[in-house]
């Protein structure tokens, strides 16, 4: 099944283009939205949700149309927003019961699913306390409640982790990670931060300035090439030479050599790099294998723009 | 961060605790969405379920615009009503126009302001619902709730005036043709400040602004067309009373009540009732005003609910 698909979006506002013909295609799971801010991200969230229309193109989720089906998309759905949406004056308590009411769910389901659900988000005595009181923490864990209330099959997370120390971001994480995999909802999150999409993220989907740039599952980005390093004493551009005249392109930097190899090829270069040190009579420091990482996707074909990252 | 992330760490052994479960249980839809909104905002509308000071705000208002029913209760249990009495339905608003002005100025800018404040519509507007619904529900929440100050006291005042009577049939024979008026008054008049009272908290975001907007809406065209009408005798000044919210429910009380006067002499611009039969327009007028006003107030309303914010 088809999680969500789009074809040409387009959403224009007077002098700005914020969805530039956007076509993709996702397959349940979790999914990382990156981008800068402005890059389009809320945006397509809020077209997927049926809160503003598309000026043109289709988009499709669960497979129902954002178009004409959007209350029957929101009643099987569950949004998270970037900014504050609480009414102080209510306990988060109240407030959930009333976000389950208002997603069609009987009154005795909402007041048995809200206190599962607030359990599930962390918060316990203190939801039954006014939300003016709660902290940022506190608060991000009610918005993520009255988004998983109702039972829904996808969520929709914008900037979840906003505005959080590094320990509730670590929280925030987890219980993200935890509600998706333990209950196969599927998640949509976005975040400008990288290290986070990589380490609750199945699968990627990166835009900027409207268009889309990459998207795929994680594992199939980074597992492209491997990058091998070798570390030798002296002479390094000289290795690097020779190995790229052995077919296998090599750069060097320093008393450092990087390969970009083919992880199936991974032994048999091990074996041609170590010859080649022999050959040229050098000491070897170091040879190490790592697997890329998103950073290095984005190191390698900088995104137009220049600004990629301002967190 | 307070508190445990993990639900491991709650040792609270509910025996009924299966924690958080996916739903395949019934859900109700847009219906039931709409019906919660509104219950909910009326429930909010009387500061129930808030804290203290929303409530003794609401309740000392319908305290206040119950005041002209009590005096009349008490008047007509020691004075025969048929020898004296101190209110006539219609005139009933007249004496707590600015407690329904004051009424509809708080409320509006309790139920429709507050979610705009604190950016709850983007969570409203991401459930089953349109956004048209949400402003009919709360538009309906804000016109029931304002029954309290219009229809409620009138209806207490009929029920007293008909126990406080010497011969119960007799009065009833005189004054029952005013039971239904009074409905029709009552509904009318909540329907019409509502849709100004939405239209106004839809604009104003912060509170102040929303009630200090509503009491403009009222007081200055009424103070306005008073005042011209007193002093000039152009006859094109006259149609300013149709720009005055208060000159137009009044206007439609009386004639409902088919109390509108007919006197024309030239009198001192004091009294709407006076002004209103100076201007000379035929009572219906003010009828049709009432619902072109509550319609259009309400469009733009709903038109402003409709751009996505």
């Not at chain 1, 659900?117 to 039954?128: A, I, M, P, S």
């Not at chain 2, 009387?46 to 008047?75: D, E, H, N, S, Y």
């Not at chain 2, 009630?211 to 152009?234: C, E, G, K, M």
Request: glycine share 8%; net charge negative.
């Amino acid at each position: 099944m088809v999680l969500i698909e789009t074809q040409d979006l387009v959403k224009s506002y007077p002098g700005v283009t914020a969805l530039d013909s956007l076509s993709l295609s996702v397959e349940p799971g979790i999914i990382g939205l990156v981008g800068p801010n402005g890059a389009g991200k809320s945006t397509l969230i809020k077209i997927l949700l049926g809160l503003v229309p598309a000026t043109s193109g289709q988009a499709h989720v669960l497979e129902a149309d954002t178009a004409g089906e959007s209350v029957r998309i929101r009643e099987i759905v569950g949004y998270l927003p970037e900014h504050d949406c609480l009414p102080g004056e209510l306990s988060a308590s109240e407030f959930v019961v009333h976000m389950a009411r208002m997603s069609g769910i009987p009154t005795s389901a909402a007041r048995e699913r809200t206190a599962e659900t607030l359990r599930h988000v962390g918060l316990y005595e203190e939801r039954y306390r006014q939300m003016s009181g709660y902290s940022t923490g506190m608060k991000q864990r009610v918005k993520l409640a009255q988004a998983l209330v109702h039972g829904p099959r996808l969520l929709f997370l914008d900037e979840p982790t906003n505005g959080l120390d590094p320990e509730g971001r670590d929280e925030m994480l987890d219980l993200i990670e935890r509600t998706g995999n333990e209950f196969g909802i599927s998640i949509v999150m976005s975040s400008h931060l990288l290290n986070e999409i990589e380490r609750v993220c199945e699968t990627l989907i990166v835009i900027e300035e409207g268009k889309l740039l990459q998207a795929g599952r994680i594992s199939d980005l980074t597992d492209i090439t491997s990058i091998l390093l070798v570390e030798v004493d002296e002479r390094a551009d000289e290795l690097a030479r020779r190995l790229t005249e052995q077919g296998l392109p090599a750069t060097a930097d320093g008393r450092r050599v990087e390969l970009e190899i083919d992880p199936e090829q991974v032994a048999l270069a091990q074996e041609v790099v170590v010859q080649s040190v022999v050959d040229l009579n050098l000491s070897l420091l170091r040879l190490e294998q790592r697997r890329r990482q998103l950073e290095d996707l984005f190191e390698a074909a900088p995104p137009p723009g220049g600004t990629r990252q301002e967190s | 961060m307070t508190g445990p992330a993990t639900t491991e760490a709650a040792p609270r052994g509910e025996i009924y605790d299966i924690g958080y479960q996916p739903y395949d249980g019934p859900r109700l839809g847009r219906a039931f969405a709409i019906r919660s909104l509104y219950l909910l905002s009326l429930r909010n509308a009387f500061g129930l379920g808030r804290g203290a000071l929303p409530k003794v705000v609401a309740f000392g208002l319908i305290l206040l615009a119950f005041i002209p029913a009590i005096v009349q209760i008490i008047t007509a249990a020691v004075v025969p009503i048929d020898e004296f009495e101190f209110i006539r339905p219609h005139e009933y608003y007249q004496f707590i126009q600015i407690i329904m002005a004051l009424f509809v100025a708080g409320l509006s800018s309790d139920l429709v302001g507050n979610d705009r404040r604190h950016g709850v519509l983007a969570l409203y507007f991401s459930r089953p619902i349109l956004r048209v619904d949400y402003a009919v529900a709360k538009l309906a929440a804000l016109a029931t709730a304002m029954l309290a100050v219009t229809l409620l006291p009138q209806v207490v005042m009929f029920g007293g005036n008909w126990l406080g009577a010497s011969d119960a049939w007799e009065w009833v024979k005189a004054n029952g043709d005013d039971f239904g008026p009074i409905i029709a008054t009552g509904l009318l008049m909540s329907l019409m400040l509502a849709s100004l009272g939405i239209l106004c908290a839809a604009y104003a975001v912060r509170r102040s602004l929303a009630v200090i907007a509503v009491l403009v809406v009222f007081i200055v065209p009424w103070a306005t067309a008073q005042i011209v009408v007193d002093v000039s005798d152009a006859d094109l000044t006259r149609y300013i009373v149709f720009f005055s919210p208060v000159h137009v429910t009044t206007g439609f009380t009386l004639w409902l009540f088919d109390a509108f006067p007919t006197v024309t002499f030239r009198s001192a611009g004091g009294d709407i009732e006076d002004v209103l039969a100076f201007v000379d327009f035929p009572g219906v007028v003010y009828l049709v005003l009432a619902f072109v006003y509550g319609g259009i107030a309400g469009l733009i309303a709903f038109t402003r609910f409709r751009s996505p914010s």
